[in-house]
C-alpha cells in the first residue's frame, strides 16, 4: 500500500508543531547517527554468524614415524626402566 502524500505532509506539520524549526537539524543528525550505528550493527553480526557458519576445519595432521635406526645402533625399547639398579 503507497503512502500518501497528504500522510507525508501530515507528519511534516506534526513534527514541526512538536519539536520546532530549530530543534530540526539536530533530530535529523541524531536519526542519522541512530541508522547508521544500527547499520554497523547489522554487518558486524551478519559477519560474525557468516565466519562462524564457515568454520574452517583442517585435517589433523599425519603423524610421522621417527625415522629408522642406522644397522649397529640400538634404539631404547619403549616402557623399559632404567638400566640402573640404584633406583630400584
Known amino acids: 500500500?503507497?503512502?500518501h502524500p497528504f500522510w507525508?505532509?501530515?507528519i511534516i506539520v506534526v513534527v514541526?508543531?512538536?519539536f520546532g524549526p530549530?530543534?530540526?537539524p539536530e533530530l535529523g543528525a541524531g536519526i542519522g547517527k541512530a541508522m547508521r550505528e544500527f547499520r554497523k550493527a547489522t554487518?558486524?553480526?551478519t559477519s560474525e554468524v557468516t565466519h562462524t557458519t564457515q568454520a574452517v576445519t583442517s585435517p589433523p595432521p599425519a603423524a610421522t614415524p621417527?625415522?629408522?635406526a642406522a644397522p649397529g645402533e640400538s634404539a631404547p625399547a619403549h616402557g623399559s626402566e632404567s638400566a640402573s639398579?640404584?633406583?630400584r
Open 1 to 3: 500500500m503507497p503512502i
Open 8 to 10: 507525508i505532509i501530515a
Open 16 to 18: 514541526l508543531i512538536i
Open 22 to 24: 530549530g530543534r530540526l
Open 43 to 45: 554487518s558486524e553480526l
Open 66 to 68: 621417527p625415522p629408522p
Open 85 to 87: 639398579p640404584s633406583n
